[in-house]
Protein backbone atom coordinates (compact mmCIF):
# COMPACT_ATOMS: atom_id res chain seq x y z
CA UNK A 1 0.00 0.00 0.00
CA UNK A 2 1.13 3.68 -0.94
CA UNK A 3 2.18 5.53 2.17
CA UNK A 4 0.35 9.00 3.26
CA UNK A 5 1.98 11.80 2.28
CA UNK A 6 0.73 14.98 4.15
CA UNK A 7 2.14 18.43 3.34
CA UNK A 8 2.06 21.33 6.14
CA UNK A 9 2.57 24.74 4.90
CA UNK A 10 1.37 28.38 5.44
CA UNK A 11 3.03 31.55 5.70
CA UNK A 12 6.01 32.44 8.05
CA UNK A 13 5.06 32.97 11.34
CA UNK A 14 1.83 30.95 11.77
CA UNK A 15 2.98 27.68 13.23
CA UNK A 16 3.20 25.05 10.06
CA UNK A 17 6.02 23.29 12.09
CA UNK A 18 4.58 23.51 15.56
CA UNK A 19 1.82 21.94 13.98
CA UNK A 20 3.69 19.37 11.49
CA UNK A 21 5.39 17.93 14.56
CA UNK A 22 2.43 17.59 16.76
CA UNK A 23 0.42 15.93 13.56
CA UNK A 24 2.77 12.99 13.42
CA UNK A 25 3.55 12.66 17.35
CA UNK A 26 -0.39 12.08 17.20
CA UNK A 27 -0.63 9.75 13.98
CA UNK A 28 2.25 7.89 15.72
CA UNK A 29 0.26 7.52 18.96
CA UNK A 30 -2.25 5.79 16.73
CA UNK A 31 0.30 3.26 16.02
CA UNK A 32 1.24 4.15 12.68
CA UNK A 33 4.95 4.23 11.33
CA UNK A 34 5.77 7.68 10.83
CA UNK A 35 8.31 9.96 9.37
CA UNK A 36 8.42 13.24 9.59
CA UNK A 37 11.01 15.46 7.49
CA UNK A 38 11.93 19.04 7.36
CA UNK A 39 11.09 19.59 3.89
CA UNK A 40 13.13 23.49 3.72
CA UNK A 41 16.39 23.38 3.36
CA UNK A 42 16.93 27.48 3.11
CA UNK A 43 15.28 28.46 6.26
CA UNK A 44 14.62 25.04 8.16
CA UNK A 45 12.89 25.25 11.57
CA UNK A 46 11.87 21.40 12.47
CA UNK A 47 15.61 20.44 14.06
CA UNK A 48 15.20 23.36 17.00
CA UNK A 49 11.29 22.20 17.04
CA UNK A 50 12.46 18.69 18.03
CA UNK A 51 15.77 19.33 19.96
CA UNK A 52 18.16 18.44 17.17
CA UNK A 53 18.72 22.44 15.45
CA UNK A 54 22.61 20.71 15.35
CA UNK A 55 22.23 17.61 13.63
CA UNK A 56 24.62 15.84 11.85
CA UNK A 57 23.03 13.50 9.54
CA UNK A 58 20.40 15.50 7.36
CA UNK A 59 18.63 15.73 4.23
CA UNK A 60 21.56 17.60 2.32
CA UNK A 61 23.84 14.81 2.82
CA UNK A 62 21.17 12.34 0.69
CA UNK A 63 20.70 15.37 -1.91
CA UNK A 64 24.66 15.60 -1.87
CA UNK A 65 25.07 11.94 -2.47
CA UNK A 66 27.34 11.42 0.47
CA UNK A 67 24.44 9.43 2.67
CA UNK A 68 21.96 7.24 2.04
CA UNK A 69 18.58 7.73 2.72
CA UNK A 70 17.93 5.57 5.64
CA UNK A 71 21.45 6.43 7.02
CA UNK A 72 20.16 10.06 7.43
CA UNK A 73 16.92 9.08 9.30
CA UNK A 74 17.17 9.65 13.22
CA UNK A 75 14.29 7.86 15.42
CA UNK A 76 13.47 9.39 19.10
CA UNK A 77 12.07 8.25 22.06
CA UNK A 78 8.50 8.36 20.56
CA UNK A 79 9.28 6.21 17.80
CA UNK A 80 8.88 8.60 15.57
CA UNK A 81 11.42 8.85 12.92
CA UNK A 82 13.02 12.09 12.11
CA UNK A 83 14.71 13.73 8.65
CA UNK A 84 15.97 17.23 9.35
CA UNK A 85 17.68 20.13 7.34
CA UNK A 86 20.68 21.31 8.18
CA UNK A 87 21.35 24.58 9.15
CA UNK A 88 23.62 25.48 6.12
CA UNK A 89 23.53 27.42 3.38
CA UNK A 90 24.41 24.51 0.94
CA UNK A 91 23.33 24.51 -2.93
CA UNK A 92 21.02 21.16 -3.21
CA UNK A 93 18.69 19.54 -5.73
CA UNK A 94 15.18 20.76 -4.50
CA UNK A 95 14.23 17.95 -1.81
CA UNK A 96 10.82 16.92 -3.53
CA UNK A 97 12.81 14.67 -5.76
CA UNK A 98 13.01 11.81 -2.72
CA UNK A 99 9.18 11.87 -2.66
CA UNK A 100 9.05 8.20 -3.61
CA UNK A 101 11.97 7.38 -1.52
CA UNK A 102 10.51 8.92 1.37
CA UNK A 103 7.32 6.75 1.12
CA UNK A 104 9.01 3.58 1.41
CA UNK A 105 10.02 4.43 4.90
CA UNK A 106 6.69 4.59 6.86
CA UNK A 107 2.97 4.42 6.36
CA UNK A 108 2.77 8.16 6.82
CA UNK A 109 5.00 10.80 6.04
CA UNK A 110 4.81 14.53 7.15
CA UNK A 111 6.58 17.09 5.64
CA UNK A 112 6.95 20.84 7.02
CA UNK A 113 7.22 22.76 3.76
CA UNK A 114 8.36 26.09 3.10
CA UNK A 115 5.66 29.16 1.85
CA UNK A 116 4.70 28.78 -1.73
CA UNK A 117 7.10 26.29 -2.30
CA UNK A 118 4.58 24.51 -5.53
CA UNK A 119 7.41 22.10 -5.91
CA UNK A 120 6.21 20.07 -3.08
CA UNK A 121 2.31 21.03 -3.94
CA UNK A 122 1.73 17.53 -5.69
CA UNK A 123 -1.82 16.05 -6.21
CA UNK A 124 -0.60 12.64 -4.75
CA UNK A 125 -0.22 14.13 -1.81
CA UNK A 126 -2.69 15.84 1.38
CA UNK A 127 -1.93 19.72 1.57
CA UNK A 128 -2.45 21.19 4.71
CA UNK A 129 -2.52 24.88 5.17
CA UNK A 130 -1.83 26.76 8.44
CA UNK A 131 -3.20 29.80 9.71
CA UNK A 132 -3.73 32.24 12.24
CA UNK A 133 -7.05 33.73 12.50
CA UNK A 134 -6.80 37.04 11.90
CA UNK A 135 -7.74 39.15 8.73
CA UNK A 136 -4.32 39.58 6.92
CA UNK A 137 -2.90 35.77 7.61
CA UNK A 138 -6.00 34.57 6.42
CA UNK A 139 -6.16 36.84 3.51
CA UNK A 140 -2.46 35.34 2.37
CA UNK A 141 -3.88 31.94 2.96
CA UNK A 142 -6.44 33.05 0.03
CA UNK A 143 -3.51 33.68 -2.11
CA UNK A 144 -0.98 30.98 -1.23
CA UNK A 145 -4.45 28.32 -2.15
CA UNK A 146 -4.78 29.87 -5.39
CA UNK A 147 -4.27 26.66 -8.10
CA UNK A 148 -3.87 24.05 -5.23
CA UNK A 149 -5.36 20.71 -4.60
CA UNK A 150 -5.67 21.57 -0.40
CA UNK A 151 -7.38 19.04 1.45
CA UNK A 152 -8.14 21.12 4.13
CA UNK A 153 -7.22 24.28 6.57
CA UNK A 154 -6.09 23.69 10.38
CA UNK A 155 -6.73 27.37 12.79
CA UNK A 156 -3.82 27.94 14.67
CA UNK A 157 -3.47 30.06 18.01
CA UNK A 158 -7.41 30.67 18.27
CA UNK A 159 -8.05 33.45 21.27
CA UNK A 160 -11.32 33.32 23.12
CA UNK A 161 -11.37 36.98 23.25
CA UNK A 162 -13.93 37.38 20.39
CA UNK A 163 -11.39 39.29 18.25
CA UNK A 164 -9.76 36.52 16.11
CA UNK A 165 -11.83 35.65 13.00
CA UNK A 166 -14.13 32.40 13.80
CA UNK A 167 -13.50 29.43 12.12
CA UNK A 168 -16.83 30.19 10.12
CA UNK A 169 -15.83 33.29 9.08
CA UNK A 170 -12.88 32.25 7.74
CA UNK A 171 -14.37 29.29 5.74
CA UNK A 172 -16.58 31.38 3.95
CA UNK A 173 -13.64 33.79 3.41
CA UNK A 174 -11.46 30.91 1.83
CA UNK A 175 -14.24 28.31 0.72
CA UNK A 176 -11.81 25.91 2.18
CA UNK A 177 -12.92 22.67 4.69
CA UNK A 178 -11.34 23.28 8.29
CA UNK A 179 -9.89 20.16 9.85
CA UNK A 180 -9.17 21.99 13.22
CA UNK A 181 -9.21 24.89 15.07
CA UNK A 182 -6.36 25.25 17.91
CA UNK A 183 -6.88 27.30 20.76
CA UNK A 184 -3.68 29.56 21.88
CA UNK A 185 -1.82 27.54 24.80
CA UNK A 186 0.66 29.45 26.56
CA UNK A 187 2.71 26.47 27.13
CA UNK A 188 3.32 25.83 24.20
CA UNK A 189 6.51 27.31 24.00
CA UNK A 190 7.57 25.25 27.08
CA UNK A 191 7.26 22.63 25.43
CA UNK A 192 9.06 23.98 22.46
CA UNK A 193 12.00 24.66 24.54
CA UNK A 194 12.22 21.28 26.00
CA UNK A 195 11.99 20.18 22.45
CA UNK A 196 8.79 17.80 22.95
CA UNK A 197 5.40 18.55 21.20
CA UNK A 198 2.43 19.97 23.48
CA UNK A 199 1.02 16.24 23.29
CA UNK A 200 3.69 14.83 24.76
CA UNK A 201 4.19 17.64 26.98
CA UNK A 202 0.66 18.09 28.16
CA UNK A 203 -1.80 15.51 27.08
CA UNK A 204 -4.32 16.64 29.10
CA UNK A 205 -4.63 20.20 27.09
CA UNK A 206 -7.67 21.14 24.79
CA UNK A 207 -4.88 22.20 22.67
CA UNK A 208 -3.32 18.46 22.92
CA UNK A 209 -7.04 17.10 22.36
CA UNK A 210 -8.04 19.06 19.43
CA UNK A 211 -4.77 18.18 17.95
CA UNK A 212 -5.74 14.34 18.57
CA UNK A 213 -9.06 14.78 16.66
CA UNK A 214 -7.37 16.67 13.65
CA UNK A 215 -5.37 13.83 13.45
CA UNK A 216 -8.08 10.92 13.50
CA UNK A 217 -10.02 13.23 11.09
CA UNK A 218 -7.28 12.77 8.70
CA UNK A 219 -7.20 9.20 8.76
CA UNK A 220 -10.80 8.66 9.31
CA UNK A 221 -11.04 7.30 12.64
CA UNK A 222 -12.87 7.41 15.50
CA UNK A 223 -11.37 9.51 18.70
CA UNK A 224 -13.23 10.34 21.71
CA UNK A 225 -11.26 12.89 24.16
CA UNK A 226 -10.66 11.76 27.51
CA UNK A 227 -11.04 15.51 28.72
CA UNK A 228 -14.77 16.09 29.60
CA UNK A 229 -16.18 19.73 29.48
CA UNK A 230 -17.14 21.12 32.53
CA UNK A 231 -20.32 23.10 33.35
CA UNK A 232 -19.44 26.44 34.81
CA UNK A 233 -21.99 25.01 37.22
CA UNK A 234 -19.65 22.36 38.34
CA UNK A 235 -16.71 24.02 38.36
CA UNK A 236 -18.39 26.31 41.31
CA UNK A 237 -19.48 23.56 43.04
CA UNK A 238 -23.61 23.95 42.78
Known amino acids: MMSKVFLVSGNAGQGKTTVAKNLAFCLKSFGFDVLLVDGDVK ?91 DFPSVMDIQKLSRGCKVRGLVINRMHSDNVDLSAGNIHQLLSLPVLGVIPEEPIMREALRHGYSIVEYHPELVASNVLKQFAAKLMNLEYQSPVQEVSLFTRLGL
Open 43 to 133: TPKLGYHAGMPLAERTIQDVLLGVRKLEDAVYHSGSGLKLLLSSLNVVNVPHPSVLLSQLRKLADIVVIDVPTNDHRWYRPDCDLLLVTQP
